[in-house]
Structure formats: C-alpha cells, structure tokens
C-alpha cells in the first residue's frame, strides 16, 4: 500500500471516528459565570465551607510565626549567648509546629468532606437532568459523552472542591502574610527579592489562554473516546458479524492517539509552568543572598533576620509553585464545568402542562389526518401525510 493511500485510509478511520461522535463546540467560557452557576451547590453546605475557611487564618499565622521566633532565638539568645527564656520559646517554636499540623489535618478533612458532599450533589442534579431533557438531546450525544459529564467531569470537579479550589484561599493568606512579615523585617531586602514578580506574572498572563485550550482539549477528546468505546461495546456483536474489528481498530487508533497528544499539551504547559516558578525562586534567593551577605558584613542586617528572612522568601515560593500546580487543575476543572454547565442548561421543549386536563371519554376512536413526522426541526420528514382511523374497540 502507498504512503498516500495509507494517509487516505488514516483521513476516512479519523472522519468515521468523529461522525460517530461530533465534537461538542463550547464558546467563550466566563469563569465568574461557571462559578455563580456551581455555587448554588455550596449553599446547602454553607456551614461546613465557612468552618473550612475559618481554618486558614488560623493555620496561616501559625506557618508564619515560626521563622519569626527563630530570629528572636538567634539574635535575643544565640549570639548574645543569652540562656534565660530561650528552652521556652523552643517549646513556643514546637507548639506552633504542632498546632500548624492539627490545623492542616482539619483543614484537609473539612475541604474533602465539602468536596464530596457538593459533588455527590452535582452528579445527582445532573442525572436528574438527564431524564428531564428531550429524546432529540439523547439522540445527539452518544451515550459514551453523557457518561463522561457525570463521572470524569464530575471527578475533576471534585478533586478542584477538595484540594484546589478552596486551599487556594489559604495560600493567599499566607502569601500576603509573608509579604507583611518580610517588609517589617527588611523592606529593602523584600524589594529586591521581587524583582522576580513582574517577570512572573506576565509568564502566567501569557500561558492562561494556551493552558485552558490545552486541558479544554483533553476533556473533549476523553469524551469523544468514551463515546466510542461504549457505542463499540454496545454493538461489537454486529462488529464482529460483519468482520469489521480491523476497521473498528483503525477508528479507536485514531481516537486514542488524539486523546494522547492532548494530554501530551497539557503535560507540556503544566512542566513549564512549575520549572519557571522554581526557576524565578531560585534566582530570588540567589538575588537575597547577594544583597543580604554585604548588609550583614556592614552589620546592617543581623543574623536573625537574615536567616528569617531567607526562611520566608522560601515560604513565599513554596505556595507559588502549589498554585501554579492548582492551576493547572482549576484550568482541567473549568473545561468540565463548562460541560456540566452545557448539561444543566438544557430545558425540555415537551413539558408537563401546569394544570393537565383530564381526557374526556372517547366517542368514534383515534383518527390521525395527514400527519407528517420528522426527528429533527430542518430534516427530511419520515412519515407524510399519514391518515389513519382506528374505532372504538378495534386492534391494530
């Protein structure tokens, strides 16, 4: 077989993939517009989210107390050689430490116990959907997507409600913690470390657009291989009755590669991101020690700042790079609200009448008089002008 017959059989296995399971095409997503849509799920737990995000407060002082008390022990009891006080603020330190842990346990508890609870939710609202909306709906998305919506998005839904989403918050916290804690310190020193910042936040500006299309990318091509395999499933006993397993491969090949390659992308801008976040931290800290060594041979800086200070700016880093990981999951968590939301907004065209009247007795029978019937508003009608009597009492 030629190269060029083979890329022709490639194009007819890829379009016969696609015909049996056209793309969904989604507009412009309006992340506020998922969110408010989403957040009618939170209402009935709102007690349990509001725990939850007391608990960072509380944690994030915790996390950030304790550079601090090593600087008093270094420079209050280290070098003056000060004994008096220092084993209680070791006990001090190591409470903190303590509490921080307990604190996060709670927290995690809490956010998993939420996430699933709203999600649990979710996949109930939207199986109830599923039985409200028209058999035309059904009829256009294969069985294979539909699964898809209430499993696969609905989990990626529930790891961002339960690690992503609301732990975001508390990074945020703890950030802006940091940023106050390190300009008490040396606002001097704070200033140079951030230099880094604007060349950050234009990396990130500039990766949003490509890292959303990315993971909106994945959600579509594993909703496209789901629906395959399961209307392949379903039918593999025609299949294998007209000897088209060689055919079906080809198709699933097709299928299953494109599903890689998106994963491939999104891998690809999720590495990126996370080796420049650490990359930019390590030239931070590189920048610090460069100014904080010459300020403390002038005697401008005392140690325990210095070694505080440090301690920080890796604090401060070490959320960046978990947000640039949440991130990536609240961009892989908005392409499925964006098919959830798509499920949700379908409204039945065939409703139940408010006040449904009852049918009074039937005289002559059931009479049909030049009735058409197409399955699609626009397609070509399968039955014209249909007439049909049938009397009381008859069987057809």
Not at 297 to 317: K, N
């Amino acid at each position: 077989m030629s190269a060029s017959t083979e890329e022709n059989a490639a194009q007819a296995r890829k379009k016969a993939a696609r015909a049996l399971t056209p793309e969904v095409t989604f507009g412009k997503a309006y992340d506020a517009r998922l969110v408010r849509r989403l957040a009618v799920f939170f209402k009935p737990h709102l007690g349990l989210f509001i725990l939850s995000m007391a608990s960072y407060p509380v944690v994030s002082a915790l996390h950030l107390i304790q550079p601090y008390l090593v600087k008093v022990a270094i420079d209050s009891h280290i070098v003056p050689h000060e004994m008096d006080g220092f084993l209680t603020l070791v006990f001090v330190l190591l409470g903190a430490i303590g509490l921080e842990f307990a604190g996060k346990f709670a927290q995690t508890l809490l956010t998993q116990i939420l996430g699933q609870r709203v999600t649990r939710d979710l996949r109930m609202r939207l199986f109830e959907k599923l039985q409200e909306v028209d058999l035309s709906y059904i009829e256009k998305n294969p069985v294979g997507r539909l699964m898809t919506r209430v499993t696969n998005d609905v989990e990626a839904l529930t790891e961002t409600f339960s690690t992503g989403a609301i732990s975001i918050v508390g990074d945020l916290f703890t950030l802006g913690g940091i940023v106050i804690m390190m300009l008490a310190l040396d606002w001097k020193l704070t200033l140079y470390a951030f230099c880094t910042m604007p060349v950050l936040g234009g990396f990130v500006a500039v990766m949003r657009k490509y890292a959303r299309e990315a993971f909106r990318n994945v959600r579509t091509h594993l909703s496209r291989m789901n629906a395959f395999l399961n209307e392949a499933i379903s039918g593999m006993n025609l299949i294998q009755a007209f000897r088209q397993e060689r055919t079906m491969m080809g198709e699933f090949e097709e299928v299953n590669s494109e599903y890689r390659d998106a994963n491939l992308e999104s891998i690809r801008y999720d590495a990126m991101t996370y080796a420049v976040t650490e990359g930019l931290s390590t030239v931070a800290i590189a920048l610090v020690l460069l100014l904080g060594l010459s300020l403390f041979e002038t005697g401008a800086v005392e140690i325990g700042i210095f070694v505080a200070f440090v301690d920080y700016l890796r604090r401060f880093f070490a959320p960046i790079n978990e947000l640039s990981t949440k991130y990536t999951m609240l961009q892989s968590a908005m392409a499925s609200a964006e098919r959830c939301v798509d499920l949700l907004d379908q409204e039945p065209t065939v409703v139940e009448p408010a006040t449904p009247a009852r049918p009074g007795p039937m005289q002559d029978g059931l009479h049909f008089d030049h009735v058409e019937f197409r399955y699609n508003p626009g397609a070509p009608a399968v039955l014209r002008g249909l007439d049909l009597s049938v009397r009381r009492g008859e069987k057809v």
